[in-house]
């Protein structure tokens, strides 16, 4: 059993510095580099607007690669999105998960795709930061 044991750490630790080999510095490290395209959205009281992730053909990555997307709000901004569907501010309850979900820090998304934001206050501003995955 302890020969077993010795070959398994081996191999999690060949694995762990190949993964670290392999994985540019964005991430491994919690600071992050800047983004290659930033958007800005002002969004209007209780009106959705969409988001289009945008393309990075011009900057030689292939159409099919996924974006992270940051989503840096202004203070005292509450914000909902809803990807395939138009964003809305709750009002009651929604269990039949059709819901738009409120302040997300980031999401993966493919290139072109779009979400739809929507805000009930009156001075929300939105800075949105794309990032192509590595691969």
Not at 7 to 31: E, H, K, R
Not at 75 to 87: D, E, H, L, V
Request: glycine share 2%; proline share 8%; aromatic share 8%.
């Amino acid at each position: 059993m302890k020969k077993l044991s010795f070959w398994v750490a081996i191999g999690v630790a060949a694995l762990a510095s190949v993964s670290a080999q392999a994985a540019p510095v964005f991430w491994q490290s919690p600071i992050r580099p800047p983004a290659l395209k930033i958007n800005a959205y002002v969004l209007t009281q209780s009106v959705a607007e969409s988001i289009t992730v945008p393309s990075f053909s011009s900057d030689g990555i292939e159409a099919n690669r996924e974006v992270v997307v940051v989503f840096s709000p202004s203070t005292n901004c509450t914000w909902y999105y809803r990807s395939g569907a138009t964003a809305t501010v709750p009002s009651a309850d929604t269990t039949d998960g059709t819901a738009s979900a409120r302040n997300p820090a980031a999401l993966r998304m493919r290139q072109s795709a779009s979400i739809s934001a929507i805000s009930p206050d009156t001075d929300c501003k939105i800075t949105v930061e794309f990032y192509p995955v590595p691969r």
